[in-house]
């Protein structure tokens, strides 16, 4: 079973502090890559993805991918109390657009 | 652009019936996805539709089943409710293989 592992948190930081959030995949083949934001009793809401090694910023967020290492992270910059949510990882896994999820990491920013 | 719409939001259901869960995905995309969210299993991936026809098949019973109309728009069923199907169902579409998928609001389904 292809699995992607987050740690569930809860991850406590003070506003104005980066938030790190970190994803391992156990499929060497996958290629796309995955970050949502839920709140609670919403939806997914896309915050980035990823293709290729390195880094891919976008506003406050970076994304990093290192695929020899298997792993995937999120930065948050600045965090807000606004960013506590819980941080879904996926990954594209096999063909067509089936995406396998983490737990997601719970983050919780205090002021 | 409208976003992807899922109807209906809520559902009570008791046990042994059947439900119907509709999406409308966001206008040009032609891949449609349903996930199943629990807070014991997180999101599981039940199947996804291109052009009518399924693609990929996650790992539930033969009572979960879909179907893609030729506008996109698809359905999935479950026959014969059991409690174990409460969940939070939630539909997504996208542009193209290996593309972003865009959730919808989801349907909450309760089942007594």
């Known amino acids: 079973q292809k699995e992607v592992e987050q740690n569930s948190g809860p991850l406590s930081v003070p506003e104005g502090a980066i938030a790190s959030l970190n994803c391992t995949y156990s499929?060497?083949?996958?290629?796309?890559f995955f970050w949502y934001r839920q709140y609670s009793g919403k939806s997914p809401e896309l915050i980035m993805f990823?293709?290729?090694?390195g880094d891919k910023e976008d506003g406050r967020f970076t994304a990093q991918l290192n695929k020899a290492s298997q792993y995937v992270s999120l930065l948050i910059r600045d965090s807000q109390p606004s960013d506590s949510a819980t941080y879904l990882c996926?990954?594209?896994?096999?063909?067509?657009?089936?995406?396998?999820f983490g737990a997601g990491t719970r983050l919780a920013v205090h002021p | 652009k409208a976003g992807v719409t899922q109807t209906p939001r809520y559902l009570i259901k008791t046990r042994g019936q059947q439900v119907t869960l509709s999406c409308s995905p966001i206008?040009?995309?032609?891949?449609v996805s349903w996930y199943q969210q629990t807070p014991g299993q997180g999101l599981q991936f039940l199947f996804e539709?291109?052009?009518?026809?399924?693609?990929n098949k996650g790992n539930f019973p033969g009572r979960f089943s879909g179907r893609q109309f030729s506008n996109s728009r698809s359905e999935m069923n479950v026959s014969t409710l059991e409690l174990g199907d409460s969940a939070l169902y939630l539909c997504?579409?996208?542009?193209?293989?290996?593309?972003?998928?865009?959730f919808g609001n989801g349907t909450r389904l309760t089942v007594t």
């Open positions: 997504a579409s996208s542009l193209e293989d290996g593309s972003p998928l865009h």
């Open positions: 996926a990954v594209k896994s096999g063909g067509y657009n089936k995406l396998i």
């Open positions: 539709y291109f052009s009518e026809t399924q693609r």
């Open positions: 206008s040009g995309h032609r891949s």
């Open positions: 990823i293709y290729s090694n």
């Open positions: 499929d060497r083949g996958s290629q796309s």
